[in-house]
């Protein structure tokens, strides 16, 4: 807490210290749903300027419009809940946030101290198996130095920390002082010359160099460096999920690595020697299962320590800021005058810029079915460039990720990676549609995953958000029509009959088209153009028509 001297403290109710050093530590929008342990202080949030109140469906919601919110800004989002079952509703949708290491605090409380209260329950032990960080305020006093140590904590640690406000302190009166705002993260240092000799006499001895960037180079701002040293290398560049299109318009970028990657841009990867990554955790979805680290030099650089080895041992790690590092690279090799491999000029000729995606499949479009690539393709054509990209799971994703691209990679999210669980991204999406609420952002689900969470499509209606979800509905959960056809089984169980999702949305006050074929599309630019509340698609597309199969 600012304890100077010249600094006044008041006494307020914790209602309104909860509010204003929320304020204090520059957090401007908060996520919730209402009730007994938080109507007050959001209440108090909303009589101060500048501030912004999300309410959404269910805390589920709240918790992945916070995360959203967190992602896409590099701000700590904050969702606020009630007592007990508001607490439980978060945990499928914090682990999450764990996993993708969000800067994010959530709100809770332990309820009044009343005998058999019914919304009672053990908050550390509820949120204990999460990985999320737990603070509970002990004393009136504690209160406005712990709400301004757990959003310094989730800031810079890229953590949620859960924090309980007991009833009791919020209820009663507390000693407040205004607090300062929380400070940027400060990143890892420069490597010295020694420190990359060895990653560059592995590098510089490669003849097939590929360089990989991750979220890491993203946050790191390390892209123009990044291009830079690939063409001192003669290296061909590619992207994990977490920097997808960092490398867009270069003429030797492979876009995805793994198992998203287009089949092309797989063969030139999987010819690589030298695998270079910046900011990118190597894990199997993003090297197919290892196969593209099998037999190669490893050079990995990255700022958390902890990383190293988790999925991959590399031969070389680096632990420095991805920009820094690459910087020193190139001064390294234009000092040497190293001539560039000429692997990706035999692998790719003048490059990839004039390749047409619909290409790279068969379109499998039907009278009754439009093939999902086929509708992401033409949609990408219609959509402005300058927008958000979040993405739900499934096999469905292969579409959205390869052919629908963003113009900055902090705004592509994807919420399968980091913990596996569909139905996630709705929620997500709003949340990042309340930090950019002049650009368009796009939200791309499964049938089943959109079913989920389809009632905060209502959220994003009453906050009138410029939100395209399209829903590529199978009918189906489609890799599980996969597997169980590949043993043998029928797959009848995975199959479901949903009801019509234009009209759900229509009843929920937002736009909804159906699109079967390419022609239904028409009119959809000019609906975007001047989209005054949400709009749902409803792909019809083909459950045994697997978009992975080319």
């Not at 190669?296 to 990383?307: A, E, F, H, I």
């Not at 079915?369 to 096999?395: H, Y």
Request: one cysteine or more; glycine letters at 10%; proline letters at 6%.
């Amino acid at each position: 807490m600012n304890t100077s001297a010249n600094i006044a403290t008041t006494m307020m109710t914790g209602h309104a210290a909860m509010a204003r050093t929320l304020a204090d530590c520059g957090v401007d929008t908060m996520f919730g749903v209402l009730g007994d342990a938080n109507m007050y202080y959001v209440s108090e949030f909303l009589k101060l300027p500048d501030t912004h109140y999300v309410g959404s469906a269910i805390e589920s919601g709240a918790l992945g419009m916070a995360d959203g919110y967190a992602r896409t800004t590099g701000r700590v989002g904050v969702a606020s809940v009630t007592h007990g079952p508001g607490a439980a509703n978060c945990i499928n949708a914090i682990i999450e946030a764990v996993r993708a290491r969000t800067s994010l605090v959530l709100l809770c409380a332990d309820p009044p101290p009343v005998k058999h209260y019914p919304q009672e329950i053990d908050l550390p032990s509820l949120f204990g198996g999460t990985g999320a960080r737990y603070h509970v305020v002990l004393a009136p006093e504690h209160l406005v130095e712990d709400i301004e140590s757990c959003i310094a904590l989730a800031s810079r640690a890229r953590v949620p920390v859960v924090l309980n406000v007991p009833w009791r302190i919020a209820d009663g009166e507390v000693p407040y002082q205004p607090q300062s705002p929380v400070g940027p993260t400060i990143r890892g240092g420069n490597p010295s010359l020694d420190d990359l000799d060895e990653a560059l006499g592995v590098i510089l001895s490669a003849r097939r160099p590929l360089v990989v960037a991750g979220r890491g180079a993203v946050e790191a701002g390390a892209g123009p460096a990044l291009s830079r040293l690939a063409d001192l290398l003669g290296a061909p560049l590619a992207t994990t999920a977490g920097a997808k299109d960092l490398f867009k318009g270069h003429p030797y970028n492979l876009g995805l690595t793994g198992d998203v990657s287009a089949a092309w841009a797989f063969d030139v990867m999987n010819e690589s020697d030298c695998v270079i990554a910046f900011g990118a955790s190597l894990t199997q979805f993003s090297t197919s299962n290892y196969s593209l680290l099998r037999s190669r030099r490893v050079v990995r650089c990255d700022t958390d320590p902890t990383k190293f080895g988790l999925y991959w041992r590399a031969d070389v790690n680096l632990c420095f800021d991805a920009r820094a590092t690459a910087e020193a690279m190139i001064g390294q090799i234009e000092a040497a005058g190293t001539a560039p491999s000429p692997f990706r000029i035999n692998a790719l000729g003048e490059g990839t810029l004039s390749r047409n995606p619909r290409e790279e499949f068969v379109d499998q479009s039907s009278s009754e079915f439009i093939d999902m690539r086929a509708a992401m393709v033409q949609l990408e054509e219609l959509l402005p460039a300058n927008k958000t990209l979040v993405s739900d799971g499934g096999r469905f994703k292969i579409a959205p990720w390869r052919y629908l691209h963003v113009e900055d990679s902090k705004r592509f999210v994807q919420t399968l990676g980091a913990w596996g669980s569909i139905g996630l991204a709705i929620p997500v999406a709003i949340g990042s549609a309340v930090a950019f609420p002049g650009d368009l952002t796009v939200c791309a689900c499964g049938d089943g995953g959109a079913m989920m969470s389809l009632i905060e499509f209502s959220t994003a209606v009453r906050q009138g958000l410029r939100l395209v979800l399209i829903v590529m509905n199978d009918g189906a959960y489609g890799p599980e029509v996969v597997r169980l056809q590949a043993r043998g089984y029928d797959p009848a169980p995975s199959l479901i009959a949903w009801p019509e999702f234009a009209a759900v949305a229509e009843a929920m006050g937002g736009h909804a088209r159906t699109v079967r074929s390419v022609a239904d599309l028409v009119g959809l630019r000019e609906l975007i153009a001047d989209l005054d509340r949400p709009l749902l698609i409803d792909f019809k597309c083909d459950p045994f028509v697997d978009p992975r199969v080319f």
